[in-house]
Nanobody, 127 residues
Framework: QVQLVESGGGLVQAGASLRLSCAAS????????MGWFRQAPGKEREFVAF????????TYADSLKGRFTISRDNAENTVYLQMNNLKPEDTAVYYC????????????????????WGQGTQVTVSS
């Protein structure tokens, strides 16, 4: 089992950057593939990005490619989400999630594929 804690959210103006962190504790972090999801008020949880256990494979939501970058540091038990050129429509609660399974590309976007979730961190982008 792994416990996840997100941090780094906040209130920023459009065009700014933020880096979210997700710190993991528990079993060996490198056993887990990691994902970032987000949920805006009144909307369903939405896939943002995925990174495999050792970082060799990443997947992004098409609409976010080029602005968001996922990375991980297994020595620090942390996964990151670098978000650039933020827009008001990026406003949401951002969650990190973990799974010990290998996921095919088509599976990575499904939130039901992830067993462990953090509590989320709020990102608000003002216009």
């Amino acid at each position: 089992q792994v416990q996840l804690v997100e941090s780094g959210g906040g209130l920023v103006q459009a065009g700014a950057s933020l880096r979210l962190s997700c710190a993991a504790s528990g079993r060996a972090f490198s056993n887990y593939a990691m994902g970032w999801f987000r949920q805006a008020p009144g909307k369903e949880r939405e896939f943002v990005a995925f990174i495999s256990q050792f970082g060799g494979s990443t997947t992004y939501a098409d609409s976010l490619k080029g602005r968001f970058t996922i990375s991980r540091d297994n020595a620090e038990n942390t996964v990151y989400l670098q978000m650039n050129n933020l827009k008001p429509e990026d406003t949401a609660v951002y969650y990190c999630a973990a799974t010990p399974r290998g996921l095919a590309t088509a599976q990575r976007m499904g939130y039901s594929r992830y067993e462990y979730w953090g509590q989320g961190t709020q990102v608000t982008v003002s216009s």
